[in-house]
């Protein structure tokens, strides 16, 4: 036996308090009246050593009474060949890898999945820990070492599947972390899991397991039966007022034992509109094209469905927002409209661009309507009146994004009034003199947001361009170069200024100074600045459960306007709200307060959120890869995880630690049984202690 407290063990000497109570206590006696003490004898009074124990049976009661409460609040533990005793050998560490990710809906997976877990649980000895790892396309961890398995199994059971699609990898490593400071002799990891091939996610290959560790798989899954989905959706406008658009969805079928006739329903804000009958074979896939479709006035909705059922229905729907994506409005200024063409061609040459730009020339534009737009950008532009420096300061520092462009009307003096916000102080022009005297960038911070999308052929046609003019510039230390010369001349600069940002290019987008124009990159270029400057990433039509949304970007036409007024210290938490496509209320904190969050989406569907007066609604939709219910044979995935040894220098397996006493202490509770049986001692106790003094009495 082990004592989880052993130091209490002291109160043992408590033990003598009922010896000396019973050695030391005064009988009470009994007053007799007598008429006279003349024929009464004097004694002597006994010493205490002369005294002897009575009722010895009360004693052995009280004295019992208080080791058994002493030994409760020492806590015991029993060890045995079965249990794991304090030497660490015997026990087992589980970990218990289940999945619960979309595809594990397909027919009862998911059931049998439950049915295994109760069965591992089950199977656990009194020394045994187990931890319980839920898995998706994210990781949860379900309980802690020293919960009792029965507890588990409950929460276990209380367990539904998700609609997140599948990543191995994550799960694998954390079950290889939590394992990896054991000193117990038998770690072992148990994965639940259907198997599907597209579980492995990029990256996911890279996971490797500890040597030690003993990897179990259980395939929840049977030969899966037949399943037809929807794949991708795509909601493309046929004009530019996007009135009419075409709808394209991909249709999947797996496992089908013969060809099928489905109908596809297009339903336009819950009504439907258009239906076509698809011809599916076994193993097959389709592209199924709705064009010239009406789209109403406001906020509308599109949802496919593919009528047939199945044994995973979730799939056969798809969901779109019809409304034209937000635009970032754009101001360009510049002396010279000649400057701008092939700016202005970058900025709007795809009619889907999510651009909207206004051209103008100075003074054109009121300094107060600066607010209406999202990015302003000043293209060889002359001397900066004091008005206007004012004005785009303000726009700036309440989060508008400004892009300068150098240019020939582009003076050192003539910037003056913006050097606030600008990221670098103007030096002077350089030209090239002659052949040779060109530069090239010899610095690219590839991954910044405004180059990390680019592939590396592209950015070998960044590289390969010669600049023969520029201006050099002294950069401000709270500034960032993005972009340098060979020479390592700033070219592309950025700043952050109160809630906005600035760009600087030292150099000019026409081919008066450079090539640029002319190479492939310059469109996306153009485009990734302007928006980079503003913060502005547009929302797709459609996004993907699992994804998180930040919510500034829910409904794009209000965050600006949320995010200037946040400056007054009011909160705006109370009338943001957000409810998910099953009707769950989901709450948030205050979008644009200190702790700024964002929504993970985990069901298909609508999501409808409000924000003051304004309601608006995003869509998602399930993995595609969920419905390839494709699967290995679980033990060639077991024989292609790697294994690595255990590192050099690792601690050797200690003895059983206090959290590890406290796993086996809680599965005993001797405690609970000592407090009891010391209750009914000096319950009886009571009862002989009253009867001895009701004799005395008599």
Known sequence: MQFLN????????????PILVHLVRRETSRRVLFSSLMFVRRTTKASLRKQRLRHPLLLLLRMAALLLLVLAIARPLLTDPDAVGLSGSGGRSLILLLDDSFSMRFGDRFERAQAQARTILGGMGPGDRVQTVLFSDSTRLLNRPEANPREVGKLIDALEPGYSGTDYGPALRLADQLLAGTSQGSPEIHWISDFQESGWQPGSPNVSIDDRIELRAYPAAQAPGPNVSIGRLTVEPENRSASRVAVTAEIRSQNLRQALNPALVLEINGQPARNRTVRLEPNDSRQVRFESVTVPRGESTARLHLQFEDALPQDNFAYSSLSPPPRLKTLLLGADRRDHYYLNRALTASPDSSLDVKVAEPGRIPPSELSSYAAVILNNYGPVQAETASALIRFVKSGGGLLLISGRQTHVESLGGLQEILPATLLKRYRAAGRGKDQRIGLLQKRHPIFNHFEDVHHSYFMATAYTDF???EPLADSQVLAA?????PLLLERQSGKGRV???????DRNWNQLPLQSVFLPFCQEMVRYAARFRPSPQAYRVGDRVA???LIPQWAKALATLSTSGHSFAHTWTVVAPSGREIPLEDPFGENRSSLKLTEPGFYRFRV???ENLLAANLDPRESDLRAPDPQQLLAQLPRTARR?????PQPTSVDRRHVLENRQHLWWYLVLTACLVLLVESLLANRYSSKVTD
């Open 551 to 553: 919510l500034q970007s």
């Open 471 to 473: 201006y050099l510039v």
């Open 485 to 489: 010369l060979q020479d390592g001349s």
């Open 612 to 614: 003051q007066e304004t």
């Open 503 to 509: 760009l600087l290019f030292t150099s000019s987008l």
């Open 6 to 17: 052993p130091l209490f063990l002291v109160g043992s000497l408590a033990l003598i308090a």
């Open 648 to 652: 050099e220098g690792a601690a050797p």
